[in-house]
């Protein structure tokens, strides 16, 4: 078995700068289209507009860091059949409540697993 280890959430400035830098060349269409801002042709160009300028923005990355790492992190290496070995990161936050049944929270890169708790 691999071993455990704690892990915290640092993310460099220069990624941060670099992912700013990105959403501010990003190009939209301004051409007056009707279907632009329609769902039915996909994302409506308003909305786009409005993610962009929040992450690029709004977002206070430094808090959601600090945030997160209030969090009790580790990542250890899992081998997966045919893929080899995996690392996984994850958060070990035991139940207050005696007897609890243990659960596994896993994400992706489209999802999370905050919601799982309380006040986030």
Known sequence: MSPIQPFTIS???SKIA????KLALANFSDD???????WAYGVPVSDLKRLVAYWKEGFDW???????????Q??????????GDLNIHFVHQKSGKK?????L????????????FPGW
């Open 11 to 13: 993310i460099p400035d």
């Open 32 to 38: 007056g289209t009707p279907m632009s801002d329609d």
């Open 105 to 116: 929270f896993c994400h992706g890169c489209e999802s999370s697993y905050l919601p799982a």
């Open 18 to 21: 670099l992912l700013r830098q």
């Open 74 to 83: 580790f990542t250890t290496a899992i081998n997966v059949e045919g893929f």
């Open 62 to 72: 430094r808090a959601a860091e600090r945030k997160l790492n209030t969090l009790p």
């Open 99 to 103: 007897g609890s049944i243990p659960l």
